[in-house]
């Protein structure tokens, strides 16, 4: 795959003194399966995760979460390090497996434990923890009843994230219910890229309706136990251009665009599902029961924003303009669409604030100076996306902080650990972490509030 290393003038020269305000939270995101590792200890439950990385191929590299970075029983450290790159918040997610190991029944209060000592840690240290509650990883014996094309799942999340809300309300705030919808009904059930591996569009539809249900659920249970809770969802969002102007491309981009884009901010937002992708996916919404879209549509208090590229859709499969620079995921680097991005989500829906949830780039890490990464390319990336976020804040977007994606090197999904999107590099063998020249300059940014020049190396 070729990487081409970002325009030099897009670089972060280019935006180097933008300053924001001085309460802007500056954070580093995670999610549980992809860092904690101890998989087996203090009671935690099967994941589906856990499942189908066991199953020939599903993983590129053939590992799993088992280990990960060790979060579990090093998180102290990793603690110490965020607050060594001046950070003041930070977004990781609760385990549900760990909490209730069957999905639903018996509280472990071992794991319930654990996140009581990382949140004290957290704020020991300064820094604000913002959980979320499901990052991917559902009970194994949840899926084994159905999964997310059964309702019951929904109720039995708002279950546990009620369980978790009131362990922890007395020192957590802000709450966001589940990340990227899009991905755990699409790539889960459709595609079967991902966990649970199921591959259909029935299903995909009915786990659709039930991630949003459990949002709207679990939105209530948690106002119910934590006092002025800040409660949200997290959304993923890839722009989408179609490949001239002919009816085939201009189908598929609006296709592509609704379910990507628009199939869970509408219904959130209260619009409910876009009409055009309903009817050419022949969807008859027999999951939607009465009530459902205006529990849904409850008012969030935050949106939470990952963004990572565009789109560009031809009438074809594949069909694909040259690229100027992409990732090591083959992710283009388009950092206009996302001001656009924010300026239309907040024209169209209007919420009370953002913050982005997630935004970063896996990049090859090659060139290393005395055995530090200089990942100026992950760097250029970062500065040219925050210089997007500081214009669409000028021009109104109300967005209150920004956590880059991810605090370590760890396990990308189904790409196992070959992509790393880490500001801290992880020996996977050692355990060992290191910050990256990235890590460096985001410290500088965090501490002054300001975009700042490149580091020497
Ligand atoms: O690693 C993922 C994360 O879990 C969800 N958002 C996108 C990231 C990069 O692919």
């Not at 434990?113 to 979320?132: E, I, K, Q």
């Not at 949830?357 to 990336?381: H, K």
């Not at 972490?433 to 020049?453: D, F, H």
């Amino acid at each position: 795959m070729t990487v081409v290393h970002v325009d030099e003038e897009r670089a972060s020269t280019a935006e180097a003194g933008r300053r924001f305000p001085n309460d802007f939270l500056w954070g580093s995101a995670t999610s549980s399966y992809q860092i904690e590792g101890a998989a087996s200890v203090d009671g935690r439950g099967e994941s589906i995760w856990d499942r189908f990385c066991a199953r020939p191929g599903a993983i590129t590299d053939g590992s799993s979460g088992e280990v990960a970075c060790d979060h579990y029983h090093r998180f102290e450290e990793d603690i110490a390090l965020m607050q060594r790159l001046n950070l003041n918040a930070y977004r990781f997610s609760i385990a549900w497996p760990r909490i209730f190991p069957q999905g639903r029944g018996k509280v472990n209060t071992l794991g319930l434990d654990f996140y009581d000592r990382l949140v004290d840690s957290l704020l020991a240290h300064g820094l604000r923890p913002l959980p979320t509650l499901y990052h991917w990883d559902l009970p194994q014996a949840l899926e084994d009843q159905g999964g997310w094309p059964v309702r019951a799942t929904a109720e039995a999340f708002a279950d546990y994230a009620e369980v978790v809300a009131a362990r922890l309300s007395d020192r957590v705030g802000n709450w966001m219910t589940l990340n990227e919808p899009f991905v755990v009904a699409n790539h889960g059930y459709l595609t079967g890229e991902h966990a649970p591996g199921r591959s259909s569009l029935r299903d995909s539809l009915a786990a659709s309706h039930h991630v949003l249900v459990a949002h709207g659920l679990a939105m209530e249970r948690i106002r119910s136990v934590v006092r002025d809770a800040n409660v949200g969802i997290v959304l993923n969002f890839t722009p989408v251009t179609p490949v001239g102007d002919s009816p085939a491309a201009i189908d598929r981009q609006q296709i592509v665009n609704d379910i990507e884009n628009r199939w869970y901010v509408d219904p959130i937002g209260g619009h409910g599902y876009p009409p055009y992708t309903v009817d050419r996916l022949a969807w008859d919404r027999s999951e939607v029961r009465s009530g459902d879209m205006e529990l849904i549509a409850r008012p969030i208090d935050t949106l939470g924003v990952n963004f990572y590229s565009r789109k560009v859709v031809g009438a074809l499969e594949g069909e694909q303009p040259d690229r100027r620079a992409e990732t090591a995921m083959g992710w283009e680097i388009y950092p206009s669409a996302f001001g656009d991005l924010l300026r239309g989500l907040h024209k169209t829906h209007g919420f009370q604030r953002y913050l982005i949830t997630e935004n970063g780039a896996a990049m090859p890490d090659a060139d290393r100076v005395d055995g530090r990464v200089i990942d100026n390319d992950r760097l250029e990336y970062i500065a040219a996306h925050l210089g997007q976020v500081h214009q669409a804040m000028e021009d109104g977007v109300p967005v209150e902080g920004y956590f880059a994606w991810s605090l370590l090197d760890n396990f990308e999904w189904a790409h196992g650990y070959g992509p790393k999107f880490g500001l801290i590099e992880v020996d996977m063998t050692t355990q060992r972490r290191m910050p990256k020249q990235s890590a460096l300059w985001y410290a500088e940014v965090a501490k002054s509030g300001e975009i700042r020049p490149r580091l020497d190396a």
